[in-house]
T-cell receptor, first 110, second 109 residues
Framework: DAGVTQSPTHLIKTRGQHVTLRCSPI?????VSWYQQVLGQGPQFIFQ???????GRGNFPDRFSARQFPNYSSELNVNALLLGDSALYLC?????????FGQGTRLTVV | GQNIDQPTEMTATEGAIVQINCTYQ??????LFWYQQHAGEAPTFLSY????GLEEKGRFSSFLSRSKGYSYLLLKELQMKDSASYLC??????????FGPGTRLSVLP
């Protein structure tokens, strides 16, 4: 069975640009969450979606947005990129309590 | 507020035992997770404690004391492949996890 898949795996963007990251959950999982992990730190919660509805939002600016599609896949959008947005962006899906993480998208803003 | 604390780095020798501590302060309690994360890879699930006591799973065990807001991960018979970051995490509801900073464990030959 395929795990959580994220695309792209690596991305380089310029300050001020926008970016869209994609995530496909494990088949049957309806909940998708997004995390930002800066080098050397633990992941920080950004969003959770369940059945296409936002169920939670972390302490991130409005430049960050997300959505979930009818097939439960999800997109994370970040506008007006800053250097500080450089991080590993992790997507996790869940059938209940335990979270299963994808490999992440490494975003570098230059 | 929500806060999870753990040491940032630890070093141990192959074949030894190491204990990674985690203290937490959360407004509610829905259990405590431990994840392993190798450099550049996704976090992978190790253990979940919701009741006090020790949960053993092969070479890895996890302990929880809810009254003390304290957990630890015990790794026995350390192997070189155990060199990784170990993340302590508390779910706040749904899939909103609060993670600690991670403990980077280096296993030396």
């Amino acid at each position: 069975d395929a795990g959580v898949t994220q695309s792209p795996t690596h991305l380089i963007k310029t300050r001020g640009q926008h970016v869209t990251l994609r995530c496909s959950p494990i088949s049957g999982h309806k909940s998708v969450s997004w995390y930002q992990q800066v080098l050397g730190q633990g992941p920080q919660f950004i969003f959770q979606y369940y059945e296409k509805e936002e169920r939670g939002r972390g302490n991130f600016p409005d430049r960050f947005s997300a959505r979930q599609f009818p097939n439960y896949s999800s997109e994370l959008n970040v506008n007006a990129l800053l250097l500080g947005d450089s991080a590993l962006y992790l997507c996790a899906s869940s059938p209940g309590t335990e979270a299963f993480f994808g490999q992440g998208t490494r975003l570098t803003v230059v | 507020g929500q806060n999870i604390d753990q040491p940032t780095e630890m070093t141990a020798t192959e074949g030894a035992i190491v204990q990674i501590n985690c203290t937490y302060q959360t407004s509610g309690f829905n259990g405590l997770f431990w994840y392993q994360q190798h450099a550049g890879e996704a976090p992978t699930f190790l253990s979940y404690n919701v009741l006090d006591g020790l949960e053993e799973k092969g070479r890895f065990s996890s302990f929880l004391s809810r009254s003390k807001g304290y957990s630890y991960l015990l790794l026995k018979e350390l192997q070189m492949k155990d060199s990784a970051s170990y993340l302590c995490a508390a779910p706040l509801g749904g899939q909103n996890f609060v993670f600690g900073p991670g403990t980077r464990l280096s296993v030396l030959p």
